[in-house]
């Protein structure tokens, strides 16, 4: 299930306040990349409203700021797990932390838009597909090349993954390149990537969007040798290609990360690390 709606927009397209309200997030960071969150008092209620993937750059308020119904606060990015230019927006009945509603149609029933909203069907019709067998990277697998989740660079060997994994499962959400400052990471390095199935970071994936996140993870793994996988860390444990013979071990964080939480252990997203050389 994805939780919101994505408008599809050229790179640097005004994105406007859906209502009058007081700004509670406006950050830059893990999978919604720029994001900022509005709350407003709606027909007696509080409503929240999300804008995710602007580029840092693309921020122009401030938390606790007041805005204007209108009022552009930012500018449509590709940062975080997106794979192109666009608006992901969120309705959040409750105020920042409520959960995500189906925003077309709360658009619709506002008057706001005349968008055609989701229809339901089995999800075993979605996720009965079997993935092929991948292919390798030609050339010089460490050269660096545009990451398509962020403004950032990552490897020849990391976007031909993406690519081929993007391919075989497209329902996925990608944030790769990542300066974190102060850690050791391979983000900076773009040799890795975060992967979620449709839930957002900091939720846990539904009972479907683990079994998917289960698929992706495991065809990972089987074709790590021809992907260039290093490691895999996914639901509190992780995976390595030199430590195969020990198969999946529990995960502790890495002396970053607290394993106990969602997304410090995984629990929201699938972390890949390919190899490099």
């Not at 007696?44 to 606060?73: E, F, L």
């Not at 292919?135 to 490897?155: A, F, M, N, Q, Y």
């Not at 790769?176 to 890795?192: Q, V």
Request: one cysteine or more; aromatic letters at 8%; proline letters at 6%.
């Amino acid at each position: 299930m994805h939780t919101g709606t994505d408008f599809a927009a050229p790179d640097g397209t005004p994105i406007l306040a859906a209502a009058d309200g007081t700004v509670t997030v406006a950050e830059f960071s893990g999978g919604y990349g720029g994001l900022i969150v509005i709350e407003h008092t709606i027909d007696g209620q509080t409503v929240a409203t999300a804008y995710a993937h602007m580029w840092q750059s693309g921020i122009h308020v401030r938390p606790g700021d007041r805005v204007n119904a209108g009022q552009h606060i930012g500018d449509v990015g590709s940062s975080g797990m997106s794979t192109g230019a666009h608006l992901h927006f969120e309705v959040r009945p409750g105020g920042t932390n409520g959960e995500a509603i189906d925003a077309a149609a709360w658009l619709n029933e506002h008057g706001a838009a005349n968008l055609p909203t989701a229809t339901s069907g089995s999800p075993a019709a979605c996720n009965n597909t079997t993935a092929g067998t991948p292919t390798g990277v030609d050339g010089d697998p460490d050269r660096l090349v545009d990451d398509p989740t962020s403004s950032g660079k990552i490897t020849a060997r990391m976007l031909h993954l993406y690519q081929q994994t993007l391919a075989a499962f497209p329902d996925t959400g990608w944030g790769c390149y990542s300066p974190r400052p102060g850690t050791k990471s391979e983000h900076p390095l773009g040799r890795a990537c975060d992967i979620t199935f449709g839930n957002r970071i900091g939720q846990r994936p539904t009972p479907a969007q683990l079994d998917a996140g289960w698929k992706v993870t495991n065809w990972m793994k089987d074709n790590a040798d021809v992907l260039g996988v290093e490691y895999l860390i996914w639901q509190g444990q992780i995976w390595s290609v030199a430590r195969d013979a020990e198969g999946w071990r529990p995960y502790n964080g890495g002396g970053m990360h607290d394993p106990a939480s969602i997304t410090g252990g995984h629990y929201d997203h699938l972390h890949l690390t390919v190899k490099a050389g």
